[in-house]
C-alpha cells in the first residue's frame, strides 16, 4: 500500500428497495468531484442485484428518514475531507447529533466510536477513531440498515444494503468515492493519516510502529490489527491474529509485537510466546524475557471483553491474575490439541 499525507481507503456496499411515504426529493446534486464515478458505480451494481433478485419486497421510508439521513451524510462528507483533533471532533459532535457510544485504551492508542443519535435515519452510521495523544491516526465512516430484505418472489434474504435508496435519495450528496462492491452489506469510507502516524512514531522511539513480517501480506495483517480495528482481550479466545502468525510461524513478528504501541497486542504477543515456549520450546533471549516481564506485570489498561451482551471496560493485565497454564490451556484449544 502507497501512503500519502493521508491515505483514503474506500469501499462501499449496500442495495435493497423501498417504499417511501411522503414525497421528499434531493435538490442538490452533481456537484461533488466524485458525482460521475459514483452514479455509474451505483447503476453497475444495481445491475448485478437486479440479477439476483428482480422484485424486492418494499420497506418504507419517511419524509423524516431521509432528511436525517441527508443530513448525516453531508457530516460525513465533512469528515471525510476534513483534519482536526481528537478534542476538536468531540466539540463538533455536539453539533451534529453525535454520542459517543465507546471510548477504549489500548495504551498509547485510544479508539473511539460515536453514533448518530437519535437514530432518525433510515441508515445506522457510526464513526470510529483511532487516536494518539491528541490526534486522530485513522477514522472510519461505516453506513449500514439494521433491516434485511427479502425478494418478493419467494423470501430469499438479500444480503446487501439498499443501492437504489442511495441512487435515489443520497448519491447527488455524496462527496467521497463509492468503490463497486457487489457482494458487501455496508458502506465503508476510511482515512489514514500517514504523517500523524510518522510523528507520533518520533514521539514514542521505545515503541515499534512499523510492523515486522516476513512478506508484505503479514506486514499489513499486523497494521490492521494494531491501529485500524477495536479489539478486545479475552481469556478463554486466542486472537484469529496469533493464530495466523503462529501458524504462519512469524516468530520474530510475535516477538516484535511486544513493543507494540498497541497494548493489547503486546499482551496478544507475551501470551503466544508463552505458548510457543512450552510447545516448541522457542528460543527466549534475555531481552526479550524482560520484555515479556514488565508486560505481564504492567498496569497498562487494555479493552477487556465482558460478554456478548455489556461493553468491553478497561483493565489492567496485571489485576486479570492470568496464569501462563491458562494461557497454555487457551492456546492448546485453538489448535484443537
Known sequence: MKWGNAIKITILIISIAYSHTGGAQTTVGGNSRFYADNVKRVDDIIKVIRAFCDSIKPVEVTDKNIKSDQKNILYVNKLFNTVTSDKAFAQETKKNDLIQTSSLNAGVIGFREYKFYPPKGYLDISIILTVIDDNIL????????????????????????????????????????????????????????????NEMAKKYPTYKFAPIGTTEPVKQLIFN?????????????????????????????????????????????????????????????????????????????????????????????????????????????????
Not at 497486542?265 to 524482560?290: F, G
Open 138 to 197: 485513522y477514522k472510519k465512516v461505516n453506513i449500514q440498515s439494521p433491516l434485511k430484505r427479502k425478494c418478493a418472489a419467494d423470501d430469499r434474504i438479500i444480503p446487501f444494503f439498499d443501492f437504489m435508496y442511495l441512487q435515489k435519495e443520497l448519491v447527488p450528496l455524496i462527496d467521497f468515492p463509492i468503490k463497486n462492491c457487489t457482494n458487501c452489506d455496508s458502506l465503508k469510507v476510511d482515512t489514514l493519516y500517514q504523517s500523524v502516524f
Open 225 to 337: 490489527n494494531v491501529y485500524l480495528q477495536t479489539s478486545t482481550y479475552n481469556n478463554k479466545a486466542v486472537p484469529d491474529i496469533m493464530v495466523q502468525l503462529i501458524k504462519l510461524e512469524e516468530y520474530d513478528a510475535i516477538k516484535s509485537l511486544l513493543y507494540s504501541p498497541n497494548q493489547l497486542m503486546a499482551i496478544n504477543a507475551y501470551e503466544a510466546l508463552v505458548y510457543l515456549k512450552s510447545k516448541i520450546r522457542l528460543p527466549i533471549d534475555a531481552p526479550t524475557d524482560v520484555k515479556m516481564k514488565e508486560i505481564l506485570n504492567s498496569s497498562t489498561q487494555i479493552p477487556v471483553f465482558c460478554g456478548r451482551d455489556c461493553k468491553p471496560t478497561n483493565f489492567a493485565y496485571n489485576t486479570l491474575k492470568v496464569k501462563e497454564k491458562d494461557i497454555i490451556d487457551k492456546y492448546q484449544a485453538a489448535f484443537g490439541e
